[in-house]
């Protein structure tokens, strides 16, 4: 008998760490299993900008290098204003 008879399933895309994984990083893991990549768009309508995405928490940097800043408790869809300059914007699951 023994631990052998404990699990009767299987065990499908398996990774392992070096470190135990925070709640957020099991969560984000999870959220892309169950949805796919997270895409993050972009739209312009006259001098409104709409940046959109699913989850996460959204991020800026005025180059792309960085640094990137978090943007916390920004909803989706988020209308920056357009006078700041360039901006780019990502998402932190």
Known sequence: MG???YFAGSIDEVA????ALSPA??????????????SLTIT????IVSVNWP???LQ???ALAGPWTDLPGVMAPYQPSI???????RVKL
């Open 3 to 5: 631990w052998a008879n």
């Open 16 to 19: 392992i760490y070096n470190v």
């Open 25 to 38: 990083t099991i969560n984000a893991h999870y959220y892309v299993a169950q949805s796919g990549a997270v």
């Open 44 to 47: 312009r309508s006259g001098a």
């Open 55 to 57: 989850a996460g928490t």
């Open 60 to 62: 800026s940097a005025s």
């Open 83 to 89: 006078s700041s300059g360039t901006m780019f914007y």
